[in-house]
């Protein structure tokens, strides 16, 4: 039985394939397509790195969305997991995960109630806050069901998205937190996604360390009001190699190192980080028409792919130098370089270029070693808010 199947998700028309040598390119497209080997590699790579460094790793669920894959990086060393919404927190705690970390506020009165429940259950459930009446929310729900639960500030460092801009709203923050019955200050979020991108590595670097400099300072007023959470989190894959050397954090929350994707290959790292992580996510499409001289049409388009960062590109089946576009919601279209050509019925597979939403149009995960088929995952957090 696929984990899929065993989850209660429908695997799909290709579970009859799992096992089956050959199998990867005989199945019914567009698909996902994890290969394992890779994954493997980015989980233990990443692990390795914050061993190294000593930071902590709570990677973050919004890539994956998969109970599979966050129990596969605590089991490499990993205290924990981030998730974006409550919902995918709820997977995750209610799956067993530990050190579930909610990086976003969660404040209407029903989802405070449910993030009430999770705490019930969960081990170690953590969320952020940025703002002195969800403080108070959060204080008196807890109050009200008996069970402390662990806060961390979350600073505003450049995104203007959430967080306290300033070091005193911080310290007024952690104060609030600190005296309230039920609440544990445990950490400060300052997680800087405007930084990820940032393809120059000298402008990430400097960048970067604008950052860690506001953090700092928010580090020494709290010291200087008698409050030291322990943690610092933030980060993620595209400063991972930046963020350890900086003295600041001490918890990376990377989260797309396991996958990879066009933008992600953009972005240039030094030294030994240059080639840490594998390509380990893809779109999978099959050749559908074949009538025209230069281009094929294939089943993968809009709907198979997130498109906010450009175009897919090829890796696996088309001749070198073609490309890929979009024909429309249903279809891709494959445009030859030179004279080589493949014809109707061939499958190919595309990077995306955004992993994170990506993942989020599929159900399921088919995972890959070498050429076969080797299970069918669901994307457990899918859609959830």
Known sequence: MTLAAAAGINPGPNAYLVGQPGSRDLLDTPALLIDLEALEANIQAMADHTKAVGQRLRPHTKTHKSVEIARRQVAAGAVGVCCATLGEAEVMGQAGIPGVHVTSPVVRPHRVQRLMDLNAVATDLSVVVDHPDNVAALAGAAAAAGKTLQIMVDIDVGSRRTGV?????????????????????????????????????????????????FLAEVKRQLEGAGLAPPVFSGGGTGTHAIDCAQGVLNELQAGSYVFLDTDYQAVKHAGAAANRFREALFVQASVVSAAQEDCVTTDAGLKAFATDCGLP??????????????????????????SERIGLGAVVECLSPHCDPTVNLYSVYHVVRGDTLVDIWPVDTRGLR
């Open 165 to 213: 801009p300033s070091a005193q709203q911080a310290v007024a923050l952690a104060q609030q937190v600190d005296a309230a019955s039920h609440l544990s200050l445990t950490g400060v979020q300052g997680y800087a996604g405007f930084l990820q991108h940032i393809y120059d590595w000298d402008e990430r670097v400097r960048r970067g360390q604008e950052v860690a400099d």
């Open 313 to 338: 590109e090829l890796r696996r089946g088309a001749p070198a130098g073609a490309s890929y576009g979009f024909s429309g919601d249903e279809h891709g279209r494959i445009t030859f370089a030179g």
